[in-house]
């Protein structure tokens, strides 16, 4: 009986499956990808997430294809010669890989700076953004401090909260910053992290879309209560954003006269008892 | 060689481990009445020094006291009942240092969203004027704690501190939510010589923060 065309039946094999898995990752697992749909910059990454899985999907079923191939056919009969045939190069198989696989990572990046242009992917971008969506925008300010999140909106005379509410269809202009070590500001659900440093001022944008909660928490290990440093964010109406940021104001009247005058950066003291 | 080293391994991860989860043990506040109209009374005592008494291995640092049974005891987990009006009296025997954050100087949480400082109601003190914090974020209590002035003639300078020192006397009364495991802290850089004043007994179990377990 004569050897078969190893190589034709496994491609074929190969591009079957992938006909079948890619639509499949794509079309079913995209939309659970994280981190949701609840902003602009969170279905961009959901978008981003599906399109590697898109890709990567034919690279692992080649991978694992070949893998069980081999297993299966190129298996040594019981009592075989024990060394098969010298393994020797092949500069076509090399050349296809390399294209093909320098391609691809290029494409990726080419795809993935593009996303990143559009919007700030919800990244913290430092105190002078390169990419600023166009538009009005809403300035809220994130202070972290051990072990706790305040938001402050200088637009609102400047209050401070320890809740983050925030307007559907209105883009969010966080200003992270930090009163003493280094914290990392992650809205999930928003798609957004941006690093919260000490003299810092991280921009980050976010437009959400969907009137929803999202969950706070801290990313960056900052102590023994870093793992209790969450809270519960939400996404409301305008109308319900006015209704609740008046009523801030008001709970919050006794304190706002101590707070400092609004700036994206803060030198508190006392730096440490006795200072 | 490989014995050896499999056991020194052993006995460095059963440090870590005993280390890890020793926790201060927890006391339960007295509580009165039942259902719906459930209380609890919980009485502390912030001091400069907890002293050698109730921490030899850190006489010098800052810390809380719990009382319980008329006693003073040196533990930061208190056990509540869950859905109750727990009522809190602090002792305050520690000077001012100030907040980092004056956000944190009005009280916020308690019923009436007031405590009473020396018998009288407030809402808010001097950011200046804070020595410690009492802080549940999770129940969203908020309640600054004013500090023995620097001019003060009689101040306490170890645990326990009896009521002949000077000091300020601050009531409040929140309500607990359902059962669970909800921390608590002091946000004051009360930890004189630490990183931002915010280590050592800011960050260790038993001292300026704890639990509040809800049960």
Known sequence: MSEPNHFRRLMLLWILASVIATPLVVVLLGPLLSPGTGSVQASGHQTDTTVLAGVATPVLLLVVLYLAYAVTFFRQEPGGVLEGPAIRSDARVQTWWIVITSTLVLALAAFGTVELVGDGAGAGEGPNPAFVPSGKKLQVQVIAQEWAFTYRYPSYGGIETPHLVIPVDTTIE?????????????AYQLGVKADANPQVDNVAFVKPTKEESFSIRCSELCGIWHGYMFDTGHVVSPAAFQAWIKQQQAVFAPVVHDLPPYATTYAPEPSGRGS | MV?????????????????????????TAPTSGSGSTKSANLT???????????????????????????????????????HSLVHVTIYQYDGDSGLRNPFLAEVEGTVGGVMTVDGKTMRAINPDDASHTFVVP??????????????????CSY????????????????????????????????????LFDFGGPMQTLGYMDGFLDVV
Request: with cysteine.
């Open chain 2, 3 to 27: 014995v050896a080293v499999a056991v020194f391994g052993a006995l460095i991860g059963l440090y870590i481990s005993v280390w890890a989860t020793q926790l201060p043990g927890a006391v």
């Open chain 2, 138 to 155: 999770q129940l969203g209590v908020f309640v600054p704690l004013v500090g023995v002035s620097s001019t003060a003639k009689n101040p």
């Open chain 1, 174 to 186: 966080f200003h992270v910053t930090s009163l003493d070590v280094i914290h990392s500001f992650w």
């Open chain 2, 159 to 194: 645990a326990p501190c009896g009521l002949s020192f000077d000091h300020h006397t601050i009531t409040f009364t929140f309500r607990t939510g359902k059962k669970g495991r909800y921390r608590w802290q002091c946000f004051v850089p009360c930890a004189a010589g630490t």
């Open chain 2, 44 to 82: 502390l005592e912030t001091v400069a020094a907890v002293g050698p008494v109730y921490s030899p291995e850190h006489p010098d640092w800052v810390s809380y006291l719990v009382q319980s049974h008329g006693h003073w005891v040196h533990s930061t987990i208190f056990t509540l009942p869950a």
